[in-house]
């Protein structure tokens, strides 16, 4: 049997033993025993400790380090700068925009100028108080709708656009002409901190050979290890990147700060000879990290009387501060996403990514989709108004289904569910009832109910090339090791791939480790963003495990006297299909495979086939395949003082195929209050570019005393390219919660906020206004 | 780090210039780290349980300025007194801080940050001072100056703070408004206490305190107090109230919110914490 | 700067260190006595994760100075359970599924097992309350709050 039907035959069995099941993660025990697996608790004891100094302005010319004070210090090792950077001063994410240390320019606060390293943090942070900067202020841009104006400062010489793109499909003024009714709104989103709970840190040392080693917190080992190649002027193969257990990332981890991080130590201890680590402090962290583009999105509709959509026509406009991280792409899937998950048979797009001289924004779950799908979303709740349609009937009415087309004219697969989501979600929260119930509150107290779609299409589609390397070993102990560069940091990915493999090999999960991601016992495989370690990973997992099958089957048969399609393997034995009394133990033949020379490693390779669509006017596939869902929220709104009191969310998400529904619920559940802090109460404030409250004391994530009840439905329609059918699920969460509250704050008091968060201030100016 | 209460106002008296005193250091020790607050000597008075105690004397109530957050729990219960540390308790900190973070500790950092701060105004309260050569008392709106800035004498201790324990014809609220639920420092807050006179008909005694003044410490309202010292408690006389804050109110802005919003919260505030009132006296 | 020595308990031993007046007690644990299971995630008491509990009271490691941990008792993770002798918190955390990133689990197996022995029997809105000093960004609470209301089950079974 083929390789690819091998699997297929896997994948289509009728029963799993582990697909589908709530399986413990593999390094659940090392947590809740809180052993030293971050990287803070396993740096050497005799590493430097390195502060930075920052720059405390949004956009001035540097004239002068002043660094001499702090290099007299007793106990002050090293004294940076720019000058002292062995090889390229450079540390960007996508657009050749950024210098890892700045020496001529600062264009937003918190940009790193010059670095200390000390015996003890004390002196290390007394010594960096002690360096001094002269500036020249400069005027700055502090929005991106400025920055677009023709006469705008620039913040790069070459102009402040970091990405344009558009979507063209049909005609839109044809598509206004057939319209009875047209909207217009514009919408605001703001900057969001990942406020991961441990910050950035990067430790490194040199070894013996020269070559560099790094530890650091972060999601994309080998883009560390480019950064800092490039940065000390070595060759990649002479740096070696692991990842340590990473306490939470959600996307920035993934940019520019682990290269920071890691090539700042490396430069240290090249300079030293010493082991040096970088930790931030948290409002280091929240002002120098990249956070969630804040957008100004303005959304023109057409719809027909009877509710049918005709015309779409979006300005998408986002910040991404002062350097592009990873800007252009999140421009991207937030362009494609503009419209929502509905057919629009006229279409137009423009999408621009700015720069301004506030601080960075980049990677961060959802990757615009939670931008655009708040715009979109509370637009049809106003369109539904405008035309006294239900809100309901008007999605039913246009949303995406097989066989209709995307804003990019992509053909919608069977694997759409859609309206099963929608369906499922409405019924389990009793919708109908509810409405009803709460447009009888009266009093100061009302409670409103609301709902948004989404769609979110899976992987990189065109941002990137989409593949995965997954390496399996069986060690002689017979115990089965997946070792990948694709990282986890509280997904539990990794560990569905090792569900993945014991599914392929049909071994139970206890015999199965995770190694370290590590550049030097891995390959280069992607980046660990888009959700794609399940979808991409587990189809290279999926190849990795059935090659070793393959071989312990070969093995086997020999030892069993038969062919090898007639084997299987089961209970830890493998036997005949047709006669399980002949059956030889597992672990004898990883022995006599070890015996035999017959190698027990194998690689699995997987890219995603490449997504054929048109640039100029993005018409085409824009992504393989989406993940589809609906989210209903319903509120308390105390009318007197605006608070927003969320009382019950109800989820429902297509994973196509769950692999361990205790993780996916997991991301659901975290996503969804992520995704409720985005909505009502997180907004990192930029005042004048700086950073008013980078504070985990003023920016306001959930507690626990702040949770909704929540329920969340998995539906399974699988997908055609995850293993298993499975879906990406690790973002899709976040999409929506903003935008069902603000529909169920509407419902509730009557009237809108069109930017998040949706604050109480801003909830009772808008019923205010209405009066 | 001292072994009794002489053994530290000895100290302090030999050192006042130099010495930051520091209880549950809840607000201070973070200051110190980011370097807002030289701190060359400290003196911890966290041992000094001479200080931890909640009496009741001459009608008063006495809270030693060691007293805990968390050992104020067991004050609640459904007296005036009793329901106004309910009201306050739940939204402090978290438990967490509750632990640590001292009554003495929140009176001294003197900002509208402090929850306790509008309480112990509502009640009247005094705080007593002690250095090596004795004690003082000074009525907490005295004794709190400017943000940050208390009348604390750099030799002295703030020992305790009492206040008359409120009588069952009286009542008190605190409503704080927040972003959240908990770990969250008020955008706006209200106190209110009521005292009925002896046929309970009408206000005899009205205190109340607000917060995010342009002061930036709570304070006394005390043109709105004497608006409804006489006055009946019905909706009438609480409208009327809400009504006389328009012209006395000098709110801040800041980025948490804006004075307008501030100055509908806290109307809003106001009239809750006076119905509340008004809803516990006639419970009685 | 003056430094003191000060004596005190942690995970059932005792100590006697020489400490300097401005070090946390965080530091103490992390850096001194190697209990890494206490994190450091802000340095200014907003999100719990540096939660040790200190004369059965939970408290944040990083705002009580090391002096003041003088004559106390201390637990941190390490002084939870063991790898073949869990505690019911831990176990159900690792059943529930509670752990995602790891980083606050240590405080919050900590606020979860200094609730069940005050209050063997709490209702989820007391676990809510008991948990709400230790922040949390991945699992959103619900599954944490499961996994203590689950352990309790255990532990107040095991003492009927």
């Given at each position: 049997m083929t390789e690819t039907a091998a699997i297929q035959k896997v994948s289509e069995a009728?029963?799993?033993?582990?697909?589908?099941k709530r399986i413990q993660r593999l390094d659940a025990l090392d947590k809740v025993l809180g052993l030293p697996l971050y990287t803070s608790d396993i740096a050497p004891r005799d590493a430097l400790r390195v502060k930075v100094v920052r720059s405390t302005v949004p956009h001035a010319l540097i004239k002068r380090i002043n660094t001499e004070a702090a290099k007299e210090?007793?106990?002050?090792l090293a004294v940076l700068t720019a000058?002292?950077?062995?090889?390229?001063?450079e540390a960007y994410a996508?657009?050749?925009?950024?210098?890892l240390l700045a020496s001529?320019?600062?264009?937003?606060?918190?940009?790193?100028?010059a670095v200390v390293a000390a015996e003890d943090l004390d002196t290390a942070e007394e010594a960096a108080t002690r360096i001094s900067i002269d500036y020249e202020r400069l005027p700055a841009v502090l929005s991106p709708v400025e920055a677009m104006k023709p006469d705008s400062l620039l913040v790069h010489d070459n102009g402040n656009i970091a990405k344009y793109l558009r979507v063209r499909k049909g005609d839109v003024k044809e598509g206004f002409r057939q319209a009875d009714v047209v909207i217009e709104n514009t919408y605001k989103t703001q900057f969001q901190d990942p406020a991961a709970l441990e910050p950035e840190v990067g430790m490194a040392w040199v070894e013996k050979d020269g070559s560099i080693t790094c530890v650091g917190s972060m999601q994309t080992p080998f883009y560390v290890q480019a950064g800092v190649a490039k940065v000390l002027g070595?060759?990649?193969?002479?740096v070696r990147v692991i990842q340590a257990?990473?306490?939470?990332?959600?996307?920035?981890?993934?940019?520019?700060m682990p290269v920071d991080t890691c090539a700042i130590s490396a430069m240290v201890a090249q300079r030293t000879g010493k082991p040096a680590i970088l930790a931030y402090a948290r409002d280091e962290s929240m002002i120098a990290h990249t956070k969630r583009h804040p957008f100004v999105i303005t959304l023109k509709t057409g719809a027909k009387n009877d509710g049918s959509l005709t015309a779409s026509e979006a300005l998408v406009v986002s910040d991404t501060g002062a350097y592009a991280s990873l800007g252009p792409l999140v421009i991207i899937r937030a362009c494609f996403h503009a419209t929502g998950p509905y057919v629009v048979p006229h279409v137009k797009t423009d999408a621009y990514c700015m720069y301004t001289n506030n601080t960075m924004a980049g990677s961060f779950r959802g990757f615009g989709s939670p931008q655009v799908h708040f715009a979109a979303e509370s637009q049809m709740d106003e369109l539904a108004k405008k035309l006294d349609i239900d809100p309901l009937d008007l999605r039913f009415k246009n949303m995406l289904r097989p066989g209709t087309l995307t804003a990019t004219s992509q053909l919608v697969d069977e694997a759409c569910s859609l309206e099963e989501c929608t369906r499922r979600a409405i019924e389990a929260s009793g919708w109908h009832k509810k409405r009803l119930e709460f447009s009888r509150d009266r009093g100061p107290f009302r409670r409103g109910i609301g709902i948004a779609l989404m769609y979110h299409g899976n992987s990189l589609g065109p941002e990137g090339n989409d593949y995965a390397y997954v390496h399996m070993l069986i060690k002689p102990d017979a115990k089965i090791v997946v070792r990948t560069a694709l990282t986890e940091y509280g997904t539990g990915a990794i560990s569905g791939l090792a569900q993945v493999a014991a599914e392929t090999l049909g071994l139970?999960?206890?015999l199965f480790e995770l190694d370290r991601p590590d550049t030097a016992s891995c390959q280069?495989?992607?980046?660990?963003?888009?959700?794609?370690v399940m979808v991409i990973g587990g189809r290279a997992t999926q190849i990795a495990a059935q090659k070793l099958k393959d071989k312990l089957l070969s093995v086997a048969s020999d030892y069993l006297h038969c062919?090898?399609?007639k084997l299987t393997i089961r209970d830890e034995q493998i036997s005949?299909?047709?006669?399980?009394?002949?059956a030889v133990p597992f672990q004898k033949i990883v022995e006599e495979c070890y015996k035999k020379h017959v190698s027990l490693t194998e690689t699995g390779y997987y890219t995603a086939p490449k997504c054929e669509f048109?640039?100029?006017?993005?018409?085409?596939?824009?992504?393989?395949q989406y993940t589809y869902g609906a989210v209903v929220a319903e509120v308390q709104v105390d009318?007197?003082?605006?608070v927003v009191k969320p009382i019950k969310i109800t989820a429902a998400y297509?994973?196509?195929?769950?692999?361990n529904p205790l993780s996916v619920e997991g991301q659901i559940e975290g996503g969804t209050i992520q995704g409720l802090g985005y909505g009502l109460t997180e907004q990192l404030i930029h005042l004048g570019g700086m950073v008013a409250n980078p504070t985990l004391g003023d920016y306001y994530i959930p507690t626990s005393l702040d949770i909704p009840e929540m329920k969340t439905i998995i539906v399974e329609?699988?997908?055609?390219?995850?293993?298993?059918?499975a879906k990406a699920?690790?973002?899709?969460?976040?999409?929506l919660p903003a935008a069902a509250l603000g529909n169920a704050i509407v419902n509730a008091t009557g009237s809108r906020v069109?930017?998040?968060?949706?604050t109480a201030e801003k909830v009772l100016f808008a019923m205010k206004r209405k009066r | 780090m001292p072994l009794n209460l002489d053994d530290a106002l000895g100290y302090l008296e030999g050192n006042a210039s130099e010495t930051l005193p520091v209880a549950?250091?809840?607000?201070?020790l973070p200051r110190i780290k980011r370097k807002q607050i030289v701190a060359n000597n400290l003196i911890d008075l966290?041992?000094?349980?001479?200080?931890?105690y909640i009496k009741r004397k001459d009608g008063r109530i006495k809270i030693g300025a060691l007293t805990t957050i968390a050992d104020?729990?067991?004050?609640?219960?459904?007296?005036a007194w009793g329901r106004l540390v309910s009201d306050v308790i739940g939204?402090?900190?978290?438990p967490n801080i509750r632990s640590i973070a001292t009554v003495g500790g929140n009176i001294c950092?003197?900002?509208?940050?402090?929850?306790l701060l509008p309480i112990f105004l509502i009640l009247d309260a005094k705080v007593k001072t002690i250095r090596k050569s004795g004690t003082r008392e000074v009525p907490l709106k005295e004794f709190i100056v400017a943000k940050r800035k208390?009348?604390?004498?750099?030799?002295e201790i703030l020992a305790e703070v009492s206040f008359p324990?409120?009588?069952?014809r009286s009542a008190c609220s605190f409503q704080k408004l927040g972003?959240?639920?908990?770990l969250i420092i008020a955008l706006a807050s209200a106190a209110a206490f009521l005292e009925m006179d002896d046929k309970d008909s009408r206000i005899k005694n009205a205190r109340i305190a607000l917060n995010r003044l342009e002061a930036k410490i709570p304070q006394r309202a005390e043109n709105v107090e004497k608006e409804i010292?006489?006055?009946?408690?019905n909706e009438r006389t609480i409208d009327s109230v809400v009504a006389r804050l328009e012209d006395d109110l000098a709110l801040t802005s800041d980025f948490r919110a804006s004075s307008q919003y501030r100055q509908e919260a806290v109307k809003v505030l106001l009239r809750r914490a006076l119905v509340n009132c008004q809803q516990r006296i006639l419970r009685k | 700067m003056a430094k003191h020595l000060v004596k005190f308990n942690v995970n059932g031993k005792d100590h006697a260190l020489v400490v300097e007046?401005?070090?946390?007690l965080l530091d103490v644990l992390r850096d001194?006595?190697?209990?890494?299971?206490?994190?450091?995630?802000?340095?200014?008491?907003?999100?719990?994760?540096c939660t040790v509990i200190m004369d059965g009271r939970l408290v944040n490691s990083c705002l009580v100075l090391a002096v003041q941990a003088r004559d106390k008792k201390i637990i941190t993770?390490?002084?939870?359970?063991?790898?073949?002798r869990l505690h019911p918190v831990q176990k159900a955390f690792m059943k529930y599924g509670?752990?995602?990133?790891?980083?606050?689990t240590p405080a919050m197996v900590l606020a979860g097992k200094n609730l069940l022995d005050h209050n063997p029997n709490p209702s989820k809105e007391e676990i809510k309350e008991a948990i709400s000093g230790v922040l949390c960004?991945?699992?959103?609470?619900y599954k944490i709050i499961d996994a203590i209301h689950d352990a309790a089950k255990e532990t107040s079974g095991a003492k009927s």
């Open positions: 009728q029963s799993f033993t582990l697909i589908g210090m007793p106990g002050v000058e002292d950077i062995p090889g390229i001063n996508l657009l050749p925009d950024r210098p001529k320019k600062v264009r937003c606060q918190g940009e790193a100028i070595l060759s990649p193969d002479k257990t990473t306490g939470g990332a959600f996307g920035p981890k993934s940019d520019e139970p999960i206890r280069e495989t992607g980046p660990t963003v888009a959700s794609r062919d090898p399609s005949r299909i047709d006669d399980p009394g002949q048109e640039n100029e006017n993005s018409q085409g596939t824009t992504y393989l009318t007197e003082l605006g297509d994973a196509g195929r769950a692999i329609y699988p997908g055609a390219i995850g293993p298993f059918g699920m690790g973002e899709p969460p976040v999409d069109f930017d998040l968060p949706l | 549950g250091a809840t607000d201070l966290s041992g000094l349980s001479e200080l931890r104020l729990e067991a004050e609640k219960d459904s007296s939204g402090f900190g978290s950092a003197a900002s509208s940050s402090e929850d208390t009348a604390l004498g750099g030799d324990e409120p009588n069952d972003m959240r639920n908990i010292a006489g006055k009946e408690l | 007046s401005t070090e946390r001194r006595l190697d209990l890494k299971g206490v994190k450091e995630g802000c340095g200014t008491g907003d999100c719990g994760t993770i390490e002084g939870v359970g063991a790898r073949e509670a752990a995602q990133c790891g980083f606050c960004r991945c699992t959103g609470y």
